[in-house]
Structures are given as C-alpha cells and as structure tokens.
C-alpha cells in the first residue's frame, strides 16, 4: 500500500489554498453577518426574520447532517461523495442569482424568494459538511493538520477581502436593486464551482480494506455510546451550548449599528474587508497554536474575539467602534473553523469523524433555536442592547467552562479516557 506522504500533504495544502480562496471571495456576497441581514432589510423582511438569520442557518446546517452521516457510514470512495454533494449548494446560488438578476420579484413578499434560496442553501451545507470533514481527515497529515486548516481558512478570508472589495463595488455601481445583489450571487456562483473542482485533483489517503460494513442498528449503538460515555465531550457541549449565543448577535451587529448611526448599505463592503483581514490573521495563528499548545486554546480564542466584538457594539460611540466591531468579529469568525474542525478530529480520535461533526451541531441546534426565540422576545421588550448585554454574559460564562472545566481532547490522557 502507498503511504500518504508530507509531499501530498502539501500538494494537497495548495489546492486547498485555492478552493477556500474562491469559496472565501464567493461567501463575501452572501454574510449572515452582513449581507443576508442587509438584502433582507431592504427587502422589506421582518425584523424576527432578519434578526435570527445567522441562528437560523446554523440550525438548518445542522439538520441534515445525522442523516448525511448515517447515509454516508460506508462511503469507499469520499472524494467523489465531497464532489458530487458540493454541486448541492452551488446549485441553490446559482438559482439565486437568476432570480435576483433576470426575474427580479417585487412586492412585499420579494424578501420570500431569496429567503428560500437561504434556507437551501443552507440544507445543502448542512448535508455536505460531514463528508468534507471526512474528506479533509483523509487529505491530510494529523500532525500538521492545524497548521493545514489554519493556513488554509487565512485564504479563505483573503478571498473574503478580495471579495469584500467588489462587494462595495458592486453595490455603489449604477447597478439597480436588487440585480446588484443577483449578480453578486451569479459571481458566489462561478467562485464556488472553480473552487470545489479542484478537490478531483487531491491525492488521498489509502483507505483499509478491511473495514467492516456498519449496519443502522450499529450507527445508532455507536452514536449512544458517545453520547452516554464521552464525559469530556458533553462538558464541550455545555461550554458550546452558551456560545450559541453568538448566533443573534452576528445578524444583529449590521442592523443594530446602522439604526444607531445610519451609515449607507454600502458600508457591509468595509465591515466585510474588516472582518476577513482580522479572520485571515486569526486563522493562521489559530492553526499554530492549536499544534503548539492544543486546539482547546484556538476555541478560546475565538469566542473571546466575539465577546471583544459584543462589547464594542454596546458601547460603541462612532463609527469607528462598529469597524472595531467587525474586526474583533473577524477574529472571531475566522479562528473558529480551524478550532472547532481540530476538536472534532481530536474528540473522534480513530471512531467516526462524520458522527462527530453531526452531533455537535445537531445536540446544538435546539438551543441555538432557543436563543433566537429569546432574543427575538428580549429585543420587542427591551431592545436590541439588551440581547448583545444577555449575549455578553453567556459568552463569558462559555469561556470560563471552556478553561475550566472541558479538557483538551488533543492530550495523550484525554485520547486514552475514551475509547469506542
């Protein structure tokens, strides 16, 4: 059998130097901290809708993905699986871009068609995500692979900038509303295609041969015993279960910022730009320190970017404190990826990977729908600064139980505790 070598792994690096690049450029046309919360304002969407956009998504993310990963159990073949579920979501934008630019609906329910194109996209993700977990897993070396992810998701935001960049282009253009926002997604669309090509040319892991076929009644066996026996995963969980708090409050910062110092629409172009400089340095020095000192460390770090950000926008008092916003936001956003996609590589050590992914955001899911119903109900009662003030005192509370109490998977004891 031909071993996997460092060779490969960094073939495999520059490829995926390239495909997080244009996926980095494509998202930046469509931000649940920006874009999506903007578009949907100015289409007249209500404020429970696009208040809970950024919740929203991770809760349809999350939907799909226990049933993507008992579908794909005995997948031999993941590369091409990664493929061919890529086209899911590149599909969904490539619909949104027609509509917007050559359909353009109007009324006051226009906000309704590109809020279905959200929701399958973001069903599309959701059932792709645990296959290229897997997929990555197999397309790298486990020593380096922070390293990997964190280089790589630094492109990703530099493609945000790029992308950041024509955003504000194309939104100060003559273009009329909302066919700029059409093209934008027809531009989303090419990115993302060229990008996710160029996973046909990875060069992977020989799989075992000798791996036996897993029925439904062993899935299931298997998923209870983590979830029953895996006590360090469900003190992660509860420690993520605060974090969720995160999700009002990245639809919430555009929205709220603008009606305190109404700045034009525009301006989601710089916030975009700040926030993909900051996630770009964040993520490279993510990916080393989580090598370094364990990827408990790199999670850390990302939550308190948001809570940085959180508390900036509730004292804000120009603009400058919501460009700091968006910059701490940055941080963020683009330390959490290499993060959290390490700690799942470290809390399945040589089980499911698959599993591991669906169930964080699956176990998840109800409380991030919880924490929108709550923000929703605190904001109609006493405004929006009091749901940034709630999201500040439970991201602290996350923090704490991270340092304190989960211990880093990553550790030659911790691996040992749990064994399948």
């Excluded at 959701?126 to 390293?147: D, M, Q, S």
């Excluded at 109900?377 to 989960?406: E, N, R």
Aim: glycine share 10%.
């Amino acid at each position: 059998m031909t071993s996997f070598t460092r060779q490969d792994h960094r073939h495999n690096l520059i490829l995926n130097i390239f495909h997080e690049f244009t996926w980095g450029f494509g998202i930046a046309f469509h931000t649940v901290y920006a874009i999506v919360p903007l578009f949907l304002k100015s289409l007249g969407a209500p404020d429970i809708i696009i208040v809970s956009t950024a919740g929203l998504f991770a809760i349809l993310v999350a939907i799909p993905q226990l049933f993507s990963a008992l579908m794909g159990r005995n997948i031999k073949n993941i590369k091409r699986a990664s493929l061919l579920l890529h086209g899911l979501p590149i599909s969904v934008v490539f619909m949104m871009g027609t509509i917007y630019t050559f359909f353009i609906p109007s009324g006051s329910n226009a906000w309704l068609y590109f809020y279905t194109g959200f929701i399958g996209y973001a069903l599309a993700i959701g059932y792709l995500l645990p296959i290229w977990v897997e997929f990555l897993e197999h397309a790298t070396l486990k020593e380096e692979r922070g390293r990997f992810l964190g280089i790589s998701f630094a492109l990703n935001s530099v493609g945000g900038f790029v992308g950041g960049l024509t955003v504000k282009w194309i939104l100060d253009s003559s273009i009329p509303f909302p066919q700029n926002f059409g093209i934008g997604f027809y531009i989303f669309f090419f990115s993302i295609t060229i990008g996710s090509a160029l996973f046909y040319w990875f060069r992977m892991k020989e799989r075992r041969l000798d791996i036996p076929h897993k029925t439904v009644e062993q899935f299931i066996a298997d998923t209870k015993n983590i979830i029953a026996g895996h006590q360090n995963f469900q003190k992660y969980l509860l420690a993520r279960v605060f974090c969720t708090s995160t999700f009002p409050a990245m639809s919430l910062y555009a929205v709220y910022c603008q009606d305190k110092f109404g700045f034009e629409i525009s301006e989601a172009g710089i916030f975009t730009v700040l926030n993909v400089v900051a996630g770009s340095g964040a993520a490279y020095l993510t990916g080393k320190l989580g090598d370094k000192y364990g990827h408990k460390s790199s999670i850390i770090l990302s939550y308190s970017g948001h809570l940085t950000a959180v508390l900036l926008a509730i004292f804000s008092q120009s603009m400058m404190w919501v460009y700091g916003t968006f910059f701490f936001l940055g941080i963020g956003i683009g330390s959490f990826m290499p993060a959290s996609m390490n700690l799942v590589y470290d809390f399945a050590g040589n089980r499911d990977t698959k599993t591991y992914m669906a169930l964080i955001d699956t176990i998840l899911a109800p409380f991030v729908l919880l924490i929108i119903i709550a923000s929703a109900t605190l904001s109609s009662i006493f405004g929006p600064k009091s749901v940034l003030i709630s999201v500040a005192g439970m991201l602290i509370v996350g923090i704490l139980l991270l340092i304190f109490v989960v211990k880093d998977p990553g550790t030659k004891r911790q691996i040992e505790r749990f064994s399948s």
